[in-house]
């Protein structure tokens, strides 16, 4: 099915890539640390993310629920309430007209507000409900082009909100519907459209087709493709099912236990994953084309974070560990541009197996 998305979008090659790679990074994201403030000791649900986010490129997030992807999200876009704190780090947005950089992190809410919709825009997890039950579709999109464009008159505003619809496959002239009068796709892509309406330079997707069936979930990547390709924006695309990110995206990162664990292309991660928790959620899934084979998945669950095991947060369900897995915590290494953090590919270490393990599955 995903495959299909990109031969019916022109999904684009490895230079067009290289090509959008080259005018910059819209995004810069340094050790990036965000905790929940408890009673008891604060909740490291993101620790030390780094990573950067070219213009034009789309970036998968994948891991299990659990694995602080969501928090990430609401981190980049400052939507965070408390407890949530960030605690460190930036996250330093450069935009495209050569202005001032902007660290995230530290800007005052006047310029948050500046920079929402305009360069910076998401598309929240419940999609199909984040629309105004008792608002017109029309009224809510002139209502953020008019706060961004002071001189854009009423009738101009529905107008724009009549061809932002029809650049997701909705009549114009549903812009007068209330969300219950349209299907549960047709609400997935409006809140898409109302994302895209003043223009920005990246949009932050968080599962936005989680709700829907196959068929609307084809239509709908299929159009943000085509909408990224013609208009130029930067996605950060966030769900639990790696099998669409690695036809959907650019580059994919790997989060587990709050922690980016892998960083490659999609081509990288598909036919070499370095991280035995990304062999586990590629092996999890059944190929399109190929013999059949018996699916294996990941043992255990997920560490809580409340109690993070020492060393390597995933070293309790790995057939990988070896001694020091449970003590030494590794760190993210970059080599070619694909970055993994695992001792199996640090130079400094020799795998010695622990009693009762397996190194199954190194490389």
């Excluded at 990573?51 to 789309?58: C, W």
């Excluded at 199996?344 to 199954?360: E, M």
Aim: hydrophobic share 40%; net charge neutral; glycine share 10%.
């Amino acid at each position: 099915m995903v495959t299909q998305i990109m031969s019916d979008t022109d999904h684009d090659d490895a230079g067009t890539t290289a090509a959008r790679g080259a005018d910059g990074d819209v995004l810069r994201v340094t050790g990036l640390t965000v905790e929940y403030v408890t009673d008891g000791d604060p909740v490291r649900a993101c620790a030390d993310v780094t990573f950067t986010l070219r213009r034009g490129e789309i970036l998968g997030v994948a891991g299990e629920s659990g694995s602080g992807k969501s928090t990430l999200i609401t981190a980049l876009t400052r939507l965070q309430r408390p407890p949530a704190v960030t605690t460190a780090g930036s996250i330093v947005f450069q935009p495209r007209d050569g202005g001032a950089a902007v660290d995230l992190v530290t800007a005052s809410p006047r310029a948050l507000r500046a920079l929402r919709w305009t360069s910076l825009s998401i598309v929240l997890q419940s999609a199909m409900d984040a629309l105004n039950p008792v608002m017109r579709l029309g009224a809510q999109f002139a209502d953020a082009l008019r706060t961004h464009d002071r001189s854009l008159g009423n009738d101009a505003a529905w107008a724009r909100a009549a061809e932002l619809l029809a650049t997701v496959g909705i009549s114009g002239d549903r812009a007068r519907s209330y969300p219950h009068e349209l299907s549960g796709g047709m609400r997935q892509r409006a809140s898409i459209a109302l994302a895209l309406a003043c223009g920005p330079e990246l949009v932050v997707m968080d599962e936005p087709t989680t709700a829907v069936d196959v068929v609307m979930q084809r239509q709908i990547l299929a159009q943000v493709l085509r909408l990224r390709r013609t208009l130029g924006f930067a996605v950060v695309f966030v769900t639990h099912d790696l099998s669409l990110l690695l036809e959907l995206a650019d580059r994919i990162a790997i989060m587990y236990a709050g922690r980016i664990v892998e960083l490659g292309t999609a081509s990288e991660l598909y036919d070499d994953p370095r991280h035995p928790y990304t062999r586990g959620l590629r092996d999890s899934f059944p190929p399109l084309r190929a013999p059949l084979r018996r699916l294996t998945g990941i043992p255990g669950t997920p560490p809580d974070l409340r109690r993070p095991p020492s060393g390597c947060p995933f070293h309790p369900r790995c057939a990988a560990r070896f001694e020091g897995c449970d003590t030494h915590l590794p760190e993210l290494v970059t080599k070619g541009g694909h970055a993994v953090a695992c001792r199996l590919h640090d130079p400094t270490q020799r795998p010695q197996p622990a009693p009762g393990t397996s190194t199954g599955g190194a490389r």
